[in-house]
């Protein structure tokens, strides 16, 4: 076998190889959500009445408050079968991440403008800004 042709299939391998490693390392998986909980630190008593987001969930879905482990205040979990439809599941979502932030913190974090005043539009401005709008619904940047 000459040189190349042992070259090529050292190289076929290692592909063959992580492409295997690749697969069995990637999360299986999984179906739509059908439940979605947040930690509150706060007590089921300092709940009642339920912050203002959480009264504006559909009223498909339920809403359920349990003691968090380790007396860690409280756990909210929103389920149905409606949070399957992903429109449903990011406004439920972001209504779980202010209810949060109004039980622990009594206001919702807001960006606002910078306080340099406004940037110039560049690729990386635009890039920035579709990232923050998408963060609000599905919670990462």
């Known amino acids: 076998m000459s040189a190349r042709k042992s070259s090529a299939a050292v190289v076929l391998v290692a592909a063959a190889v992580a492409a295997v490693w690749a697969v069995r390392r990637r999360p299986a998986a999984r179906g739509p ?6 930690t509150v630190y706060r007590s089921a008593e300092e709940l009642d009445p ?3 987001p959480l009264l504006d969930i559909p009223a498909s879905l339920r809403v359920e408050l349990t003691p968090a482990p380790g007396d860690r205040g409280t756990e909210v ?3 149905g ?3 399957a439809q992903t429109e449903v599941a990011d406004t439920v979502r972001g209504l779980l991440r202010e ?3 109004i039980a622990e913190t009594g206001e919702v974090l807001a960006l606002g403008t910078p306080p340099h005043g ?5 690729p990386s401005g635009w890039a920035m800004d579709a990232l923050v ?3 609000r619904t599905k919670g990462v940047l």
């Open 99 to 101: 209810a949060k932030q």
């Open 50 to 52: 339920l912050p203002a």
């Open 118 to 122: 406004r940037r110039k539009a560049t």
């Open 81 to 83: 079968p409606d949070l």
């Open 77 to 79: 979990a929103v389920s």
């Open 33 to 38: 959500a059908q439940r979605m909980v947040v």
């Open 133 to 135: 709008s998408r963060s």
